[in-house]
Nanobody, 124 residues
Framework: QVQLVESGGGSVQAGGSLRVSCAVS????????VGWFRQAPGKEREGVAA????????YYADSVKGRFTISQDSAKNTVYLQMNSLKPEDTAMYYC?????????????????WGQGTQVTVSS
């Protein structure tokens, strides 16, 4: 059974940094993607970043390029999202998700397995 557990959310002032983590269990296939998504109240779920387990390839939404970095620790089966230069508009519930394959990287409907989410709040 595939399980994803997010942690590390919290509150920070604009310009600050946070790192959220996603522990993946029960999914040993390396030809898989793990993506980070976010959803603010009243808004659609938005893809933020994705990483391909087998080669570490990454993909980012334009809104976070240069500020967010996705990475993985294969030994710990954990994917991280380092978020720098945070803005109030980054405030959302952040979810990690996993699927087989790579394309399309940030289409949330293509992801089969989801975590419960962790809240990130950025104050101005």
């Amino acid at each position: 059974q595939v399980q994803l557990v997010e942690s590390g959310g919290g509150s920070v002032q604009a310009g600050g940094s946070l790192r959220v983590s996603c522990a993946v269990s029960g999914y040993r296939e390396l030809r898989r993607s793990v993506g980070w998504f976010r959803q603010a109240p009243g808004k659609e779920r938005e893809g933020v970043a994705a990483i391909y387990a087998s080669d570490g390839g990454t993909y980012y939404a334009d809104s976070v390029k240069g500020r967010f970095t996705i990475s993985q620790d294969s030994a710990k089966n954990t994917v991280y999202l380092q978020m720098n230069s945070l803005k109030p508009e980054d405030t959302a519930m952040y979810y990690c998700a996993a699927k087989g394959g790579w394309w399309p990287q940030l289409q949330h409907s293509s992801y089969a397995h989801w975590g419960q989410g962790t809240q990130v709040t950025v104050s101005s």
